[in-house]
Every structure is written in structure tokens, then in C-alpha cells.
């Protein structure tokens, strides 16, 4: 693996440094008309440190967030940074069964929530989980102060106790783990990747690479900081180059046309429901969003014609397709020069500093214009699953990652995307694994045989389909299905919103569900959410 592509520093050091330089320049603005600058995001970052290693949290110790993109998670991120936390963000849209399971399996001794947001407690939930998760210390929420316990503190509570004596840096190695991420896979459990320092920023770098991202561009944010994507191109990327960022909290895309034409937002990087709202609303208001040059699309299935739409519509904007993953994030950044509007909107990018085979599945090179797995290996590339028998699953003997994904080389370079081999549901950028819900739903006496399959959705390019065999005397409905799965503390996200009854499941001969059956057939009857 290429280790000259490594900046070989932390994020620690990079915002130190700048903190230093320029401590009155705005490095990341927020939605709500505020900003951070340099110098305040280095203060609070290690005031923040400062009072959590009074409280018992010390380098090497696992801190989780459940934030939204606020000022807040900026400060948590550095504060990881700057006392030599690992760092495990977790998808606010999380419930019990997800957040219990991320705590215990992570042996995390902090994590900050909000209080409440978007109309769901999030202390109460984490009240009820305290029992199960034995390593979990404190509880930093934002909002009011209130009378709990002595595990739970507000946020203002324990940053103004680390003002006085804020901290320096903890000497970490760059190659260490930096961050944990969980992200669905196959099985009913996340899988828990690992990213180094040098591995996470080598993905910014493709992308600053990639996009020829400037000191001029101001980068809009909407995909949660949670995710990979937000991460690293919403929080990270001011302090390791001089692309300044603008977070949104929630998206909305009347919000978002504001926010682009307010503050000269010139770049995006998200999911497909986000650029298709924008393309179709600025249609409908007759703006062209001069200045505003990038929108890189993944996460999801990209249709063609979006692409050709955005670069229609939008007067100076490249609309891309790119691929990548948690575990191997950014393999492809778009093509963005004029002449290649056909491979930006028909192909899903060129290959950015990995090394990519299609491989038969024997995993041997296919060559060009064969379908074949996606394999992919680089410097961005994860350390690995947390578990070891996954990580012999997810490996070539050669190193390379076995994306899942099927997909072929043209003679241009460009990779496209073709099917999926994993069995995920992508739903607006989050992905889902079909077996968590299917495992649930057999735990009731109503349901003999369940496959979970993707379902057409018009704006957040697949949901939730349930293919269900009742049992004898029972009647399975989606209300039936919704009291179900509120009862199980499934994220409300991965509920069914498609249900067909079926007398039995399709098969082969070894008794494996067909679901590329279930799929076509959803298809054909035209389906869609």
C-alpha cells in the first residue's frame, strides 16, 4: 500500500497548527447563521479534553457521539483528537436495539446525545439502556441541566469545568486507530470497521484531490456527521486543508438554495434524494445556482438522467456519480470536465488512488466489459472488521476488499455499478441489512418465512419491501408489522413499508431464498414507494 499518500499526522496536530496561524479564520459555519473559527474550535476541543480526563476518561477510551451536525459534534471530534480518544459516531436515527448493542460491543465510556431532537428523548432512552452497557461512565447531553444521576451532565456543565486547565495533545501514532464506525452488513449485528488516522485522512485526500477542491470552495454539508461522508468532508476537512465547510443540521432544500446562495456554497457531497430535490426545486423557481460547481452523488442508485438534469439546470454545477463505502470510502471521485458529461451520468466515476479488480468468483481479473465482483485496495482503505472472522470473509489473500458489489471496467477507465451482491438495502445513503429486520420479525408466532428485499422508492432510491408467509390462523398486516417492530426498538427507518403475502417463499434446491425472484417480481407489478 502506498504509505507516501499518508500525511502521517492527526487531526490534533493539524488544528493546533492553524489554531496558531490564523485563530480569528472561520473554519466550519452553521445553519443557523453561526460559525467557528479556528482559534474557538482549538479552545473548546481541548477544554473539552481537559474535562473529560478529569472525569476518568483516559487515552485509548472509546467516546461516542449521537449528534446532529452542530458546533457541538465539531467540538466533540477534536476533543477525541486532542486526548487520544478513539472516536465512535453513531447515526442519530438510532434506537435501543442499535445504540446498546454499538455501546457494549465499542466498551464505550462516554457518549454525548442530544437531549431530545426531532420530537425522540434520547436520555431517556439511554436511561434504559445504563444497565447493559457496564463501561459506560458519563453521559454528556445537550440542553438544560437536570437532575439525574451522577453519570449524566449537561454539556455546558462539563466544558465550562475544563476551561481552566485545557489540555495538550496526546502523542498518538498516525497508523493507530482513530475511529470506529458501525455499518450494517449481511448479518443481524453492524459490523464494526476501523479507520487510522492515515487511513481517513487518505480519503479526504482523494476527494480534495479528485474534486480540485480550494481555499475558495465552501463545501455544504448535509449528510450527517455520523456517516463516513459527513465525518470526514464536513468536520475533518477544514482542519486539514483550507476548504471551510458549512453544516447543515437537517436537510431541507429550501434551506438549502438559501444557504447556497447566502454564503457562496461552491461544492456538495451526498446522496441521491438530496440532489434530486434540488435539481427539481430549482426548476420550479427558475434558479441556476451560479458558482455552486459540484454535486458528487453516491449511496445510492444514481440514475442517469439526474445527472444530465443537475448539469442542465444548475448554470455552472458537474453533477457526478462516485463509489465507495465505509470500509473503502471514495474508490471513485466522478468526471468532471465538460467533455465528459456522458461518463459522469452513465458511469459511477474513475478510480482515485486504489487499486481495483473485477474478479470472477475464483478471483481471477475478468478484464473489461465483464461483470465481476468489485474488489478494491488502497490507502483509504479500513484496518479491518473488529472481527477477525470477518475480516478472513471480507479479504483476498492478495489484501484486497471484497466490496459486495458487482460491477465492470469500460476501456475509458470508468467503473459502473451493475448489481449488488451483499444483501443491503440502501435507503437515501443508510444502509440496511435485510437480515436484522428478518430476524425480528420471526420472533413472532405470526410469521413462518420472511425475506426483506429492496422496493423502488421514487425519493430515497430503495425502501424496505417484506415478503411474508403467515402462519396458519394469523393475520399479518403492516399494522401488525409496525407494533411489531416499535416494540423491538427497531430504528423506525428499516421498517417495512411494502408488504406482500405470500404461501411460500421462492428457493433453490440447497433452500436459500431467491430474493433476485422477489426483486424482479416487486419490478414487474411496478411497484414503488
Avoid at 493546533?16 to 447563521?33: H, M, N, S, T, Y
Avoid at 448539469?311 to 463509489?323: I, N
Avoid at 467503473?415 to 413472532?444: F, P, V, W, Y
Avoid at 413462518?448 to 415478503?467: F, Q
Wanted: proline fraction near 5%.
Amino acid at each position: 500500500m502506498s504509505r507516501e499518500r499518508y500525511r502521517n499526522t492527526t487531526l490534533a496536530r493539524a488544528a493546533k497548527k492553524l489554531a496558531q496561524d490564523c485563530p480569528e479564520e472561520i473554519a466550519v459555519r452553521f445553519d443557523d447563521g453561526s460559525y467557528m473559527s479556528y482559534g474557538e474550535a482549538w479552545t473548546s476541543g481541548a477544554a473539552l479534553a481537559s474535562a473529560l480526563r478529569a472525569e476518568g476518561i483516559n487515552p485509548g477510551d472509546t467516546l461516542s457521539f449521537q449528534l446532529p451536525n452542530s458546533r457541538y459534534a465539531v467540538i466533540v471530534m477534536l476533543a477525541a483528537a486532542i486526548g487520544g480518544l478513539v472516536i465512535n459516531p453513531i447515526v442519530p436515527i438510532y434506537r435501543n436495539k442499535e445504540v446498546g448493542y454499538i455501546l457494549r460491543h465499542s466498551k464505550s465510556r462516554v457518549l454525548f446525545i442530544p437531549d431530545e431532537l426531532r420530537g425522540f428523548n434520547y436520555v431517556d432512552m439511554v436511561h434504559e439502556l445504563l444497565d447493559d452497557c457496564p463501561d459506560l461512565r458519563q453521559v454528556i447531553y445537550l440542553g438544560a441541566s437536570q437532575q439525574l444521576n451522577e453519570i449524566f451532565k449537561s454539556f455546558d456543565q462539563i466544558l465550562e469545568l475544563g476551561k481552566s486547565a485545557p489540555v495538550e495533545p496526546v502523542q498518538v501514532h498516525p497508523d493507530d486507530t482513530k475511529i470506529l464506525l458501525y455499518t450494517s452488513g449481511t448479518t443481524g449485528n453492524p459490523k464494526q470497521v476501523r479507520h487510522s488516522h492515515n487511513t481517513l485522512a487518505a480519503a479526504l485526500d482523494n476527494g480534495v484531490e479528485g474534486w480540485q477542491l480550494t481555499d475558495k470552495d465552501l463545501m455544504l454539508m448535509p449528510s450527517p456527521v455520523t456517516h463516513i461522508t459527513g465525518y470526514v468532508n464536513g468536520m475533518e476537512m477544514p482542519f486539514f486543508t483550507r476548504t471551510k465547510t458549512l453544516l447543515m443540521s437537517q436537510w431541507d432544500v429550501n434551506e438549502a438554495i438559501r444557504l447556497i446562495e447566502t454564503y457562496g456554497a461552491t461544492t456538495c457531497v451526498s446522496a441521491t434524494p438530496f440532489l434530486k430535490e434540488l435539481v427539481d426545486t430549482c426548476q420550479q423557481q427558475g434558479k441556476t445556482l451560479p458558482g455552486f460547481r459540484l454535486f458528487a452523488c453516491g449511496g445510492a442508485s444514481v440514475p442517469s438522467a439526474l445527472i444530465h438534469s443537475a448539469w442542465d439546470t444548475l448554470q455552472d454545477c458537474r453533477a457526478v456519480r462516485v463509489y465507495g463505502s465505509t470500509e473503502v470510502p471514495l474508490v471513485t471521485v466522478g468526471f468532471l470536465k465538460s467533455t465528459q458529461r456522458s461518463l459522469a451520468a452513465e458511469t459511477d466515476g474513475l478510480v482515485a488512488n486504489y487499486d481495483v479488480l473485477i474478479a470472477d468468483d475464483d478471483g481471477n481479473d475478468v478484464g473489461l466489459d465483464t461483470d465481476g465482483e468489485i474488489l478494491a485496495k488502497g490507502p483509504a482503505m479500513m484496518l479491518g472488521y473488529s472481527d477477525e472472522e470477518q475480516n478472513r470473509d471480507a479479504f483476498t489473500p492478495a489484501g484486497f476488499f471484497r466490496t459486495g458489489d458487482i460491477g465492470r471496467f469500460l476501456a475509458s477507465g470508468a467503473l459502473i455499478i451493475s448489481d449488488r451482491k451483499k444483501d443491503i438495502i440502501i435507503r437515501g445513503g443508510e444502509n440496511i441489512a435485510a437480515r436484522e429486520i428478518e430476524e425480528t420479525l420471526l420472533l413472532s408466532d405470526a410469521i413462518v418465512d420472511v425475506a426483506i428485499v429492496a422496493v423502488p422508492h421514487s425519493r430515497l432510491g430503495e425502501g424496505v419491501g417484506a415478503c411474508i408467509v403467515p402462519a396458519p390462523g394469523f393475520q399479518v398486516d403492516m399494522d401488525y408489522l409496525r407494533e411489531l417492530l416499535a416494540a423491538s426498538g427497531l430504528a423506525k427507518q428499516k421498517w417495512p413499508q411494502y408488504l406482500e403475502l405470500m404461501s411460500a417463499l421462492p428457493k433453490t434446491a440447497s433452500g436459500k431464498v431467491q430474493k433476485d425472484k422477489l426483486r424482479q417480481s416487486i419490478r414487474q407489478q411496478g411497484v414503488s414507494l
